[in-house]
């Protein structure tokens, strides 16, 4: 094993490939989170509800999946995934992407959720090399993906991803892997109150509603872990990148207006990129 990570801290392309592989499997997880958590949620909502309430539940309630069990599956024929299937990128381009049973069309966020997390890796290895900025650049950039993935299926940003994950950006401060703790505490404070306050704002100007409390949570989970001064940044690009893609969609694809667009991939966006060129970022708005 020390073998193996003198290898990895002396060769700076073995560690990109690696990691590369790493996290083109750990996408293929993602998108048992992304599918499975949901509905794991959902369930856990009605079964305290139940509790609450005294309700029995109904007869011949399907067992909730967890992430682990059962075995992936068609979710068209039911036929299992053998393991050839299911090699990242790989098996969706060999099947065409088609069940290898039933033929029928298989989602491309499969292969894009792989792939995303593939190429968000080996730029986190480009970026900060073998180090411990490393480990935490690639944590982050998974969850992201997923937070991003579930917030454009459900609208739902789950606090069983984000708050460990702010806790965790509270708990790297301590060793000030990329901010201290005094910005990273403040930072937390900033980000939940400045989308706080912007939406009571709204909605007493709009009487609507324009975000939900996870995006509150995330925006906290991006100042624990860059701390305040990052926030006007990620409030910037996530901003001006929502909006763009918001007029867009009305313009082009005639989306209803009404239908709320959620605004947490935005963040996780501006957040990501806060992580891989922050500095060089802030620099470029401050010059102009």
């Known amino acids: 094993m020390r073998e193996l990570i003198a290898a990895f801290a002396a060769d700076p392309l073995l560690l990109g490939v690696a990691v590369t592989l790493l996290g083109l499997l750990v996408g293929s997880f993602l998108n048992v989170v992304i599918l499975r958590l949901p509905g794991m949620l959902e369930a856990d909502w009605k079964r305290e509800c139940r509790l609450l309430l005294d309700i029995e539940p109904p007869a011949g309630v399907a067992a909730v999946p967890s992430l682990t069990a059962p075995p992936s599956r068609c979710p068209s024929c039911g036929a299992g995934i053998k393991p050839w299937q ?57 969850t992201l993906i997923a937070l991003t993935a579930i917030d454009l299926r459900e609208q739902l940003l789950p606090d069983n991803i984000t708050m460990p994950l702010l806790w965790l950006g509270l708990a790297l401060s301590t060793v000030s892997v990329f901010v201290g703790t005094s910005a990273s505490i403040w930072g937390a404070i900033a980000g939940y109150l400045s989308l706080w306050i912007i939406y009571h704002l709204f909605k007493l100007v709009t009487g609507k509603e324009g975000m939900g409390y996870g995006d509150f949570k995330l925006m906290a989970v991006l100042g624990a872990w860059f701390g305040g001064l990052a926030l006007p940044m990620v409030l910037l690009l996530s901003s001006v990148v929502g909006a763009a893609v918001g007029v867009a969609l009305i313009l082009f694809r005639g989306h209803d207006r009404n239908i709320p667009i959620p605004f947490g991939p935005y963040l996780a966006g501006a957040g990501w990129l806060t992580l891989i060129w922050g500095e060089q970022l802030s620099n470029l708005v401050i010059r102009h």
Do not use: D, H, M
């Not at 730029?123 to 982050?140: E, H, I, K, T, Y």
């Open 86 to 142: 299911n090699i990242p990128v790989l098996s969706w381009i060999l099947l065409r992407g088609r069940c290898g049973n039933c033929k029928t069309a298989i989602s491309i966020q499969y292969p894009l959720v792989e792939l995303v997390s593939g190429i968000l890796s080996a730029v986190c290895v480009w970026r900060f090399g073998w180090s411990q900025q490393l480990v935490a650049a690639l944590v982050l950039s998974w």
